[in-house]
């Protein structure tokens, strides 16, 4: 049982690059989540998904697009790059109480 | 939407001693409460939940917290730390859908 599985876990990007995050789950959670975590910001929620094909923005949505066309996936797409997106990003997913991937460490130079 | 607040941001405690994190939520509506840990380039554990029932809850590693809903509080305890132990610790908050809301993050550092 994996659990929530994220990758990569590091990366580097120049400006203005694209790449995308990606996360599975296999417990069959319906809600799934990508957060970003800043020094001394805690956890800031970028966008959640309630199910397959259904998407919303969270607190911190700009610059960043997901998807969500099974249970299992739910990935996290960066455009355009930008030095303000360097920052460890986490996945969960929930039922009940929330699991969590181990985190990518974007750095955008 | 909840808001969560940690009020201390670090928290230095020596070997063996003990540890109170304090944790208050916004509203006093019927709420799910949750302690995560973060060990050093690690993602987030879950250490403990109340969802009902009694209103002091038990979790890994010696961790206990208190529910008040009088005081909308969550507080996090340890009689006796170990080095081990040293990690961020965070509050989160759900009001019983699947959205949570997490407080900013307290830095516990267990000096030998």
């Known amino acids: 049982n994996a659990g929530v599985t994220q990758t990569p876990k590091f990366r580097i990007l120049k400006i203005g690059q694209s790449m995308t995050l990606q996360c599975t789950q296999d417990?069959?959670?319906?809600?799934m989540y990508w957060y970003r975590q800043d020094p001394g910001m805690g956890l800031k929620l970028i966008y959640y998904?309630?199910?397959?094909?259904?998407?919303d923005k969270g607190e911190v949505p700009n610059g960043y697009n997901v998807s969500r066309s099974t249970t299992e996936d739910f990935p996290l797409r960066l455009e355009l790059a930008a030095p303000s997106q360097t920052s460890v990003y986490f996945c969960?997913?929930?039922?009940?109480?929330?699991?969590f991937g181990s985190g990518t460490r974007l750095t955008v130079v | 939407a909840q808001s969560v607040t940690q009020l201390d941001s670090q928290v230095p405690v020596f070997e063996e001693a003990p540890v109170e994190l304090r944790c208050n939520y916004s509203?006093?509506?019927?709420?799910?409460l949750f302690w995560y840990v973060q060990y050093p380039n690690q993602g987030l554990q879950l250490l403990l939940k109340?969802?009902?029932?009694?209103?002091l809850v038990k979790g890994i590693n010696g961790f206990e917290a208190e529910f008040n809903k009088s005081q909308t509080s969550f507080h996090l305890r340890k009689p006796s730390v170990h080095i081990s132990d040293t990690a961020e610790y965070f509050c989160a908050v759900s009001d019983r859908g699947n959205q949570f809301y997490f407080g900013t993050g307290t830095s516990l550092t267990v000096i030998p």
């Open positions: 969960a997913s929930s039922f009940n109480s929330y699991t």
């Open positions: 509203s006093s509506v019927s709420v799910y």
């Open positions: 417990m069959n959670h319906n809600y």
């Open positions: 109340y969802l009902s029932g009694s209103t």
């Open positions: 998904s309630v199910g397959a094909g259904i998407t």
